[in-house]
């Protein structure tokens, strides 16, 4: 790979590429399969159960709560017990699965601040086997009264492992900065998975993101793999989603997950009404698009719960 490459968003690929993250098995650029299913077979991203996923990108807006809550929801749908941990003082991720956040007694911010049980704030929802940590506008202050806390950074760390056998997936839907608050899900989980936006500038500020998984597996979780990147907002009608497509699939390999998730007003609508797509529109192409993001990042591993 030329450093002289311009990669996307003025942004040289080399500078992703620094970090190290590239040297799965590379393969030619594939064709993107929106809303093809995958095969029931092992996938390069099944891992030993339990797992605990961080979906973390500093950028916002580029569909880490809607990967949580969808992955989430069709992992639980596949028969997982899955907690979705909401690390976001906006609470997207709790009210996109119904829950109130003006009216919750406790959430996220007395976990990592006032050392509550996890167990203790985890509400259920309308899908079977699919739990919910949730966050809202306090959690704002933790970013701040963290800063001279105890072992500020392993707070969620902590909290996760009174909890970790509870449950076959923990997707832990970050914040959209680099804060003590996503140091905090980077170091609970033992993967990433990054969502990327079809869009141009989709590779901007990556290679920090990149940087600080790496900062944070050095320093505080050497376990932490960086294991999928997702597509995301894929609009079919642009030649731009399917040049963004190929480069991300030339920078990381394998990395990159087969199914590719749709840009759809669907999946924009669900979330007012508290639902995950599954529920809110079962057939529609968002839904079958998470149904096989579910299926490949599993891997069809045995399930502990039916
Ligand atoms: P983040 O958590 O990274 O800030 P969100 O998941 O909240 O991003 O997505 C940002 C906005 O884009 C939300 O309004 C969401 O409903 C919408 N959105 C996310 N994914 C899609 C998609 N595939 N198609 C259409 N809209 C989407
Ligand atoms: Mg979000």
Do not use: W
Not at 49 to 59: E, G, V
Not at 174 to 182: A, E, I, K, N, Y
Not at 190 to 210: K, N
Not at 260 to 279: C, M, Y
Request: hydrophobic content about 40%.
């Amino acid at each position: 790979m030329s450093t002289q490459d311009s990669g996307f968003g003025g942004i040289p690929t080399s500078a992703v590429l620094e970090t190290g993250f590239d040297e799965a098995g590379r393969h030619a650029s594939r064709e993107p399969h929106v809303a093809e299913a995958p095969a029931l077979v092992s996938t390069p991203f099944e891992r030993p159960l339990p797992r605990t996923i961080a979906i973390a990108n500093q950028k916002g807006g580029v569909g880490k709560t809607t990967t949580a809550v969808n992955l989430g929801a069709c992992l639980a749908e596949l028969g997982y017990r899955v907690l979705v941990v909401d690390l976001d003082p906006q609470g997207n991720a709790s009210t996109g699965l119904g829950i109130n956040i003006r009216d919750l007694q406790s959430s996220m911010y007395d976990v990592i601040l006032n050392d509550l049980p996890l167990e203790d704030c985890v509400e259920g929802t309308a899908v079977r086997n699919l739990f919910v940590a949730p966050a809202a506008l306090d959690l704002a202050g933790a970013e701040i009264e963290l800063v001279p806390a105890f072992s500020r950074e392993m707070r969620l760390r902590r909290a996760l492992d009174a909890v970790r056998n509870d449950y076959d997936y923990m997707l832990i839907d970050c914040p959209p900065s680099l804060g003590l608050l996503t140091v905090n899900g980077l170091a609970a989980a033992s993967e990433v998975i990054v969502p990327i936006q079809c869009e141009y500038y989709a590779l901007e500020g990556l290679g920090q993101l990149l940087r600080n998984v790496q900062l944070v597996q050095r320093n505080l979780n050497p376990g932490l793999e960086l294991s999928a990147m997702v597509l995301v907002m894929y609009d079919a009608r642009t030649k731009l989603a399917d040049q963004v497509v190929r480069e991300v699939r030339d920078h990381f390999g394998e990395k990159v997950c087969h199914s590719i998730v749709p840009r759809t007003v669907r999946l924009s609508e669900a979330p007012s009404f508290g639902q995950p797509i599954i529920t809110f529109d079962p057939t529609s192409r968002g839904s079958i698009a998470y149904r096989n993001l579910a299926t490949e990042v599993s891997g069809g591993a045995a399930r502990r719960t039916g």
